[in-house]
């Protein structure tokens, strides 16, 4: 059978050739030398070379059937891990990979997602990751291929996301041909991000990448959750399994996340009941519904406001405790802080204002008694300066935090006294018109400039919700960047409707996030939503094609302030404090001259657009459109003209 397939492959180069579709001469089949003679490197340009880069010859391939590959045993680890997913820009280094998935694994858990920038691939990894709740992998090629993809490997890290990196390499030098493949292959491929993953090994045998593989596995899903990365060496892809040789496809073994031990959550119960005005500050503290349920039952029990730092989200938006608007007057008042997976507890009670020699301050307190609980307590690493600045809690405790909250509610209610009960009680009313009046402030704040062209972040977040608030939706972009008015005016009620953002404050994760996000909430039946900001996508607009190609339903409509805000205003501010010209500011900082036709972008890379639309009036008709294409299950974009933010 399999002879015939390349007797028919040579038939049909044979006849390329004779009707002048194919150039190269293609040589005659010739029995294999028993001493190969010594390979010589053919001058850039020349057919020897064209060859050595991707040709391949009658001579070369014929004798070479390869009926067990090593890549077909990758690809069952990942149908034996629940891998639904593989992104990958197209590179030789796991080629042998690339191949198994399509024809051994039929294309099909894991399906290939196919990128077109190393960086989108890893990305989409990452957002998908904060949706379905489990990782996604990602095939990078060698070294150019993970440099590309370091940047969105790095969000992932800073965001503890877990992403399964599968990096092709070359690692034996008698078997790379002359030029690129020696470029593109390294020593010891894992020191160009291992301070910036959790895991890496460099495998030498497909039962020792099995036993790595597994491992890395179960290291990205066990908190802190971050990426891993595995070298799927290209030998060990390529060449033959032997039949003698039995391969062992270890089990997986989930661990239980590290949970707090009694003696700790008995000394941060006590201080939490003998305050009388707790706080309770969030950031990824929920990885689950039950994570968010979690926290609510531990503000209810307490009468403590809640503010969510929107890692993930934390807290229904929609609970009377939920008040992160209120937050700077809440840390003043507060005389017991309890952090959860904080990635910033000391800037949570001090403060650094931006003026010469950086004075910080403590905003909380005195008195306040502070409980942080992070599985961050335990890593750290020292080149990457994520871990944020030191800070000795009142009880510092290493665990996760939802595994750890049952047994912090369990000590709290059993200590509790029935006048703390009651004191407990009589504290609702004045928190709930608290939440009454922030929510109406909220609302207040965003009618200004209600009808304003370009159009206000406000509106342009209200008329979404308008249209989403009845289906089951996600929003997967970070709405800080929009003054978090989703976060003030929308109702977040369920963990999956918000998956936080970049991590590292990468510019670049928005768009393939998203995609990535989307991805999951396709196999929910779900409407995924993104707010794109204009620069963030330049970066990576490729990731546009990706969405048509798979057809990802996605409302993505753009912040296209036409300037890189954050840096506008870092330039006001410089020349105001050096008493310089402060209208240069656009200097640099802007996306004008020409502006960008985000519509036009989008519609050649196939995906449905509308734009550059600038009217408030007009947005009602254009997100009823756009929605109507992403409910039939194909991507849109809106471009929309906004308010700096």
């Known amino acids: 059978m399999e002879d015939a397939k390349y007797l028919g492959r040579r038939s049909f180069i044979k006849a390329s050739v004779l009707a002048g579709i194919a150039t190269p001469t293609i040589p005659a089949l010739a029995k294999r030398e028993s001493t190969p003679a010594p390979s010589k490197v053919s001058p850039p340009g020349s057919a020897a070379a064209t060859a050595e880069n991707g040709a391949i010859s009658e001579a070369d391939d014929a004798p070479h059937l390869i009926h067990r590959p090593g890549s077909d045993f990758m690809?069952?680890?990942?149908?034996?891990?629940?891998?639904?997913?593989?992104?990958?820009?197209?590179?030789?280094?796991?080629?042998?990979?690339?191949?198994?998935?399509?024809?051994?694994?039929?294309?099909?858990?894991?399906?290939?997602?196919?990128?077109?920038?190393?960086?989108?691939?890893?990305?989409?990894?990452?957002?998908?990751?904060?949706?379905?709740?489990?990782?996604?992998?990602?095939?990078?090629?060698?070294?150019?291929?993970?440099?590309?993809?370091?940047?969105?490997?790095?969000?992932?890290?800073?965001?503890?996301?877990?992403?399964?990196?599968?990096?092709?390499?070359?690692?034996?030098?008698?078997?790379?041909?002359?030029?690129?493949?020696?470029?593109?292959?390294?020593?010891?491929?894992?020191?160009?991000?291992?301070?910036?993953?959790?895991?890496?090994?460099?495998?030498?045998?497909?039962?020792?990448?099995?036993?790595?593989?597994?491992?890395?596995?179960?290291?990205?899903?066990?908190?802190?959750?971050?990426?891993?990365?595995?070298?799927?060496?290209?030998?060990?892809?390529?060449?033959?399994?032997?039949?003698?040789?039995?391969?062992?496809?270890?089990?997986?073994?989930?661990?239980?996340?590290?949970?707090?031990?009694?003696?700790?959550?008995?000394?941060?119960?006590?201080?939490?009941?003998?305050?009388?005005?707790?706080?309770?500050?969030?950031?990824?503290?929920?990885?689950?519904?039950?994570?968010?349920?979690?926290?609510?039952?531990?503000?209810?029990?307490?009468?403590?406001?809640?503010?969510?730092?929107?890692?993930?989200?934390?807290?229904?938006?929609?609970?009377?405790?939920?008040?992160?608007?209120?937050?700077?007057?809440?840390?003043?008042?507060?005389?017991?802080?309890?952090?959860?997976?904080?990635?910033?507890?000391?800037?949570?009670?001090?403060?650094?204002?931006?003026?010469?020699?950086?004075?910080?301050?403590?905003?909380?307190?005195?008195?306040?008694?502070?409980i942080g609980i992070s599985t961050g307590y335990g890593y750290v690493r020292s080149v990457v300066q994520d871990a944020q600045r030191y800070f000795a809690a009142d009880v510092a405790i290493a665990a996760d935090a939802e595994a750890s909250l049952p047994s912090l509610i369990t000590a709290i209610d059993r200590k509790m006294s029935g006048a703390q009960r009651e004191a407990v009680a009589a504290k609702k009313a004045r928190l709930r018109s608290a939440y009454a009046e922030m929510r109406a402030s909220d609302a207040a704040a965003a009618a200004i400039g209600w009808d304003a062209s370009p159009i206000s972040t406000a509106r342009l977040s209200m008329e979404i919700w308008e249209q989403i608030k009845d289906l089951d939706w996600g929003l997967v972009s970070n709405h800080a960047f929009i003054s978090s008015w989703p976060q003030r005016l929308w109702d977040f009620t369920k963990y999956h409707q918000y998956i936080g953002g970049e991590g590292g404050y990468g510019v670049g994760y928005g768009a393939p996030a998203a995609v990535g996000a989307a991805l999951a909430h396709r196999d929910a039946d779900r409407i995924a939503v993104a707010i794109q900001c204009d620069g963030d996508l330049m970066m990576l607009p490729g990731t546009l094609w990706t969405a048509a190609h798979h057809r990802i339903p996605l409302l993505m409509v753009m912040h296209n302030n036409r300037s890189w805000h954050q840096e506008t205003m870092h330039l006001k501010r410089m020349a105001g404090r050096r008493d310089r010209d402060p209208h240069t500011w656009a200097v640099g900082t802007t996306i004008t001259d020409p502006e960008i036709d985000f519509a036009k972008i989008a519609k050649g890379m196939g995906v449905y657009a509308e734009g550059p639309i600038s009217k408030p009036a007009e947005l009602k008709g254009a997100l009823s459109r756009a929605l109507a294409v992403v409910r039939s299950g194909q991507p849109a974009l809106l471009d929309t003209l906004t308010q700096m933010r």
Request: proline letters at 7%.
């Open 75 to 370: 690809v069952d680890l990942l149908k034996a891990t629940d891998t639904r997913y593989v992104s990958a820009m197209a590179g030789s280094t796991f080629r042998g990979l690339h191949e198994s998935i399509v024809n051994y694994g039929g294309n099909k858990a894991p399906e290939l997602i196919v990128c077109v920038h190393e960086e989108i691939s890893a990305g989409i990894a990452h957002g998908y990751a904060k949706v379905a709740n489990k990782p996604m992998a990602c095939l990078v090629h060698s070294t150019v291929g993970l440099l590309h993809a370091s940047m969105a490997i790095y969000n992932a890290w800073c965001d503890r996301a877990p992403i399964m990196v599968i990096a092709g390499n070359g690692l034996d030098a008698t078997k790379r041909r002359p030029g690129v493949e020696w470029v593109h292959s390294a020593q010891d491929l894992g020191a160009l991000v291992r301070e910036y993953i959790k895991y890496d090994d460099a495998p030498i045998s497909l039962q020792h990448y099995a036993e790595s593989y597994m491992r890395a596995h179960e290291l990205s899903m066990t908190p802190p959750y971050e990426p891993v990365m595995i070298v799927a060496d290209s030998e060990l892809q390529e060449e033959e399994v032997d039949a003698d040789i039995e391969l062992r496809i270890p089990a997986p073994a989930p661990v239980s996340p590290p949970a707090a031990p009694p003696e700790a959550i008995d000394r941060a119960a006590d201080i939490l009941l003998a305050a009388s005005a707790p706080l309770i500050v969030a950031d990824r503290a929920a990885r689950s519904q039950r994570g968010v349920e979690l926290i609510v039952q531990l503000a209810e029990i307490l009468g403590a406001p809640v503010i969510d730092r929107a890692g993930r989200l934390n807290m229904p938006t929609t609970h009377f405790l939920c008040q992160t608007s209120l937050q700077n007057t809440l840390i003043r008042e507060a005389d017991a802080i309890i952090g959860l997976e904080l990635t910033d507890l000391w800037g949570t009670i001090n403060s650094v204002p931006d003026v010469p020699g950086r004075p910080s301050r403590r905003v909380a307190r005195p008195e306040a008694k502070v």
